[in-house]
């Protein structure tokens, strides 16, 4: 008896195992089909000369040069990558604090909140792509303007800022808070698609938990930390590493800017712009890993 | 005795309604700060729109025009080629969100429910995907494209490769397996969601006689509406507005919404007489509002459902 059921359930598991491969070996034949050759052509760029003319592309083979004078002779590319890592550190953390507290809030039950939604997702339209272009020139600048002149109080933290450093000597650690601080406007822009994640996870939540927390007398404080926070760890996963994407691929992003402009700018010297965006990717990927692979011990799923 | 116990509850319940006033009020200031600083954009677009050359030179006007004018749109509308564009870029937008929806949901089902052994090595490549940076990848990408081959299949059998620029083929063919503008993220989103399902629901299923597929059609699917209006959004969100991509294939082909947004003061002073600033920035922002209309539109029909999705979704526990 024992020994049919356990046959039985590895032939299920099997048979399980092989749909699970067909459904994610449609994506492995994607990527090799249209991803891989592009990868693999780049990272012989990155070890070569690159010459383009009349879009034919030649490559000549350059060793480790491109990558070598990426650490030791470039002045530019390493202060560039330092300072792209902290601002980036900063930025996980309050925008994943901000987005899961907008979406607690918002998930909530008042009468405006369907406007209140409509109104957080406008990060999402509005900066991406063409519309930013289009604007950043005009509606940012005079925001910014304003916003440092007398027009918004609550991003006016010029003068705040000179007081608090005076006081503390020029502390570093004040100076990555008044930073930050500084840094609110886009912030709350930059949180559009975590907080339409947060809200959608949240509301995958079933209410049956949160009716009998409260039958157990439990209070919403509690919930929060018992039943809310557990159910989303997996979504402030997603959104953390969206946001650390989000942060290295966006269009601000200054060492992104300068890789760019290596490349298609005034010096058009392709391999070693495909050389430098191969260190920056080698250190968002050990970020990411070391990042997620912290956090996924704590994650709860509710079946595993 | 029944006297004191009242009057305890009653203050009791005072003691509530002014805590939940003030925590009320804290949060409908937060909220009404936060909402300016996200809204502020969308005003001043819609209101700079409808400025006459006239309200643009007058100091006074700041936000609401004295003589608004609705022939900014009109003449944006001509100059961006309004229903040629539309049209093009509605074509990829829904075309493929459609397949980034019906390939991205099956394969992060793959990778939520299934376990086999190089499962964690395959999704570790599909978020590596994510992050490849557009520098790394523009050019031999954009090569690719112009001479495209499946494996070497092509030049064997019709003794040539396909030039796919000009056409929507580098947008739609990479979609159908998971792997257009952000796909990785689409994946990761419905693996999540997957994950976080109670494994009863499926084991039901295949209890019932279901197979693997039929559960997860009939199952999982009708459940998971919540993640598939969040990709469905930013997938067309992001199609809609992604200038780079598009610009690349499409440039003497079938230009879209965004290609001739970024180009729309050219568009202007070239065509025009007036080639002042006082008519130029207005009639830009009409062709801003022009393109954002619809996404607008698009994102409130999809926060209807958005709310409804849960009471339909019928989880307990």
């Given at each position: 008896?024992?020994?049919?059921?356990?046959?039985?359930?590895?032939?299920?598991?099997?048979?399980?195992?092989?749909?699970?491969?067909?459904?994610?070996?449609?994506?492995?034949?994607?990527?090799?089909?249209?991803?891989?050759?592009?990868?693999?052509?780049?990272?012989?760029?990155?070890?070569?000369?690159?010459?383009?003319?009349?879009?034919?592309?030649?490559?000549?083979?350059?060793?480790?040069?491109?990558?070598?004078?990426?650490?030791?002779?470039?002045?530019?590319?390493?202060?560039?990558?330092?300072?792209?890592?902290?601002?980036?550190?900063?930025?996980?953390?309050?925008?994943?604090?901000?987005?899961?507290?907008?979406?607690?809030?918002?998930?909530?039950?008042?009468?405006?909140?369907?406007?209140?939604?409509?109104?957080?997702?406008?990060?999402?339209?509005?900066?991406?792509?063409?519309?930013?272009?289009?604007?950043?020139?005009?509606?940012?600048?005079?925001?910014?303007?304003?916003?440092?002149?007398?027009?918004?109080?609550?991003?006016?933290?010029?003068?705040?800022?000179?007081?608090?450093?005076?006081?503390?000597?020029?502390?570093?650690?004040?100076?990555?808070?008044?930073?930050?601080?500084?840094?609110?406007?886009?912030?709350?822009?930059?949180?559009?698609?975590?907080?339409?994640?947060?809200?959608?996870?949240?509301?995958?939540?079933?209410?049956?938990?949160?009716?009998?927390?409260?039958?157990?007398?439990?209070?919403?404080?509690?919930?929060?930390?018992?039943?809310?926070?557990?159910?989303?760890?997996?979504?402030?996963?997603?959104?953390?590493?969206?946001?650390?994407?989000?942060?290295?691929?966006?269009?601000?992003?200054?060492?992104?800017?300068?890789?760019?402009?290596?490349?298609?700018?005034?010096?058009?010297?392709?391999?070693?712009?495909?050389?430098?965006?191969?260190?920056?990717?080698?250190?968002?990927?050990?970020?990411?890993?070391?990042?997620?692979?912290?956090?996924?011990?704590?994650?709860?799923?509710?079946?595993? | 005795?029944?006297?004191?116990?009242?009057?305890?509850?009653?203050?009791?319940?005072?003691?509530?309604?002014?805590?939940?006033?003030?925590?009320?009020?804290?949060?409908?200031?937060?909220?009404?700060?936060?909402?300016?600083?996200?809204?502020?954009?969308?005003?001043?677009?819609?209101?700079?729109?409808?400025?006459?050359?006239?309200?643009?030179?007058?100091?006074?006007?700041?936000?609401?025009?004295?003589?608004?004018?609705?022939?900014?749109?009109?003449?944006?509308?001509?100059?961006?080629?309004?229903?040629?564009?539309?049209?093009?870029?509605?074509?990829?937008?829904?075309?493929?969100?459609?397949?980034?929806?019906?390939?991205?949901?099956?394969?992060?089902?793959?990778?939520?429910?299934?376990?086999?052994?190089?499962?964690?090595?395959?999704?570790?490549?599909?978020?590596?995907?994510?992050?490849?940076?557009?520098?790394?990848?523009?050019?031999?990408?954009?090569?690719?494209?112009?001479?495209?081959?499946?494996?070497?299949?092509?030049?064997?059998?019709?003794?040539?490769?396909?030039?796919?620029?000009?056409?929507?083929?580098?947008?739609?063919?990479?979609?159908?397996?998971?792997?257009?503008?952000?796909?990785?993220?689409?994946?990761?989103?419905?693996?999540?969601?997957?994950?976080?399902?109670?494994?009863?629901?499926?084991?039901?299923?295949?209890?019932?006689?279901?197979?693997?597929?039929?559960?997860?059609?009939?199952?999982?699917?009708?459940?998971?509406?919540?993640?598939?209006?969040?990709?469905?959004?930013?997938?067309?969100?992001?199609?809609?507005?992604?200038?780079?991509?598009?610009?690349?294939?499409?440039?003497?082909?079938?230009?879209?919404?965004?290609?001739k947004l970024v180009g729309i003061v050219g568009y202007i002073t070239k065509s025009s007489v007036v080639t002042d600033l006082s008519y130029v920035v207005p009639t830009k922002y009409a062709g801003v509002a022009l393109v954002i209309l619809p996404l607008i539109a698009v994102y409130l029909i999809g926060q209807k459902f958005f709310v409804q999705s849960i009471e339909r979704s019928g989880i307990v526990g």
């Amino acid at each position: 008896m024992q020994v049919v059921r356990k046959r039985r359930r590895s032939a299920l598991e099997r048979r399980k195992a092989l749909t699970g491969r067909i459904f994610c070996y449609f994506w492995v034949v994607g990527f090799l089909l249209f991803v891989a050759t592009p990868l693999v052509q780049s990272l012989t760029y990155a070890f070569g000369k690159v010459e383009i003319s009349m879009g034919n592309v030649k490559v000549s083979p350059n060793g480790w040069n491109n990558f070598a004078r990426a650490f030791t002779t470039d002045a530019e590319f390493l202060p560039l990558l330092f300072d792209s890592l902290t601002v980036i550190l900063i930025d996980v953390l309050l925008v994943t604090f901000f987005s899961l507290f907008v979406a607690v809030m918002l998930n909530r039950r008042f009468r405006g909140r369907a406007l209140l939604r409509t109104i957080f997702f406008l990060p999402v339209i509005i900066t991406s792509g063409a519309l930013i272009y289009v604007m950043q020139s005009d509606v940012s600048a005079q925001f910014a303007g304003q916003s440092a002149q007398a027009g918004m109080p609550m991003l006016q933290t010029v003068d705040f800022k000179q007081t608090l450093l005076t006081l503390t000597g020029n502390n570093p650690a004040v100076v990555v808070l008044t930073d930050a601080i500084d840094r609110v406007y886009q912030i709350i822009w930059k949180s559009g698609v975590q907080i339409l994640l947060f809200i959608a996870g949240l509301q995958a939540i079933s209410p049956a938990l949160y009716e009998s927390a409260e039958v157990e007398g439990s209070t919403g404080w509690e919930s929060f930390w018992k039943i809310t926070l557990p159910m989303i760890s997996p979504i402030i996963v997603i959104n953390l590493v969206y946001t650390i994407i989000d942060s290295f691929t966006d269009y601000n992003n200054t060492l992104l800017r300068y890789i760019q402009d290596v490349a298609f700018g005034t010096t058009l010297d392709y391999g070693y712009s495909a050389a430098l965006a191969w260190i920056f990717f080698a250190v968002i990927s050990v970020i990411l890993a070391l990042s997620v692979g912290i956090l996924s011990r704590r994650v709860f799923y509710m079946n595993d | 005795m029944t006297k004191i116990l009242f009057k305890k509850i009653n203050r009791a319940t005072a003691v509530k309604r002014t805590k939940r006033l003030v925590y009320g009020l804290f949060f409908a200031a937060l909220f009404c700060g936060i909402g300016y600083i996200l809204v502020y954009p969308l005003i001043y677009i819609f209101t700079t729109a409808v400025k006459s050359p006239a309200d643009m030179l007058d100091m006074t006007t700041v936000w609401i025009a004295k003589a608004p004018t609705l022939q900014n749109f009109a003449d944006a509308w001509g100059y961006i080629d309004y229903a040629e564009a539309l049209s093009s870029t509605a074509t990829i937008a829904v075309g493929v969100t459609a397949l980034n929806l019906a390939a991205c949901s099956t394969i992060g089902y793959g990778f939520a429910r299934f376990r086999f052994r190089e499962r964690g090595l395959l999704f570790a490549l599909v978020v590596f995907t994510l992050i490849v940076p557009a520098a790394v990848i523009i050019l031999p990408q954009y090569i690719q494209y112009i001479n495209f081959d499946v494996l070497g299949v092509l030049r064997a059998t019709l003794g040539g490769t396909l030039n796919l620029k000009s056409t929507y083929a580098p947008f739609f063919l990479p979609a159908i397996f998971g792997q257009g503008l952000k796909s990785g993220l689409f994946i990761y989103i419905f693996r999540q969601f997957y994950r976080g399902m109670p494994v009863e629901l499926e084991e039901a299923g295949y209890i019932d006689g279901c197979g693997t597929v039929r559960t997860y059609l009939r199952i999982m699917l009708p459940n998971a509406v919540p993640a598939f209006i969040t990709v469905g959004l930013l997938s067309f969100v992001w199609h809609w507005n992604d200038v780079f991509g598009q610009a690349q294939y499409l440039d003497e082909f079938r230009p879209t919404l965004s290609m001739k947004l970024v180009g729309i003061v050219g568009y202007i002073t070239k065509s025009s007489v007036v080639t002042d600033l006082s008519y130029v920035v207005p009639t830009k922002y009409a062709g801003v509002a022009l393109v954002i209309l619809p996404l607008i539109a698009v994102y409130l029909i999809g926060q209807k459902f958005f709310v409804q999705s849960i009471e339909r979704s019928g989880i307990v526990g």
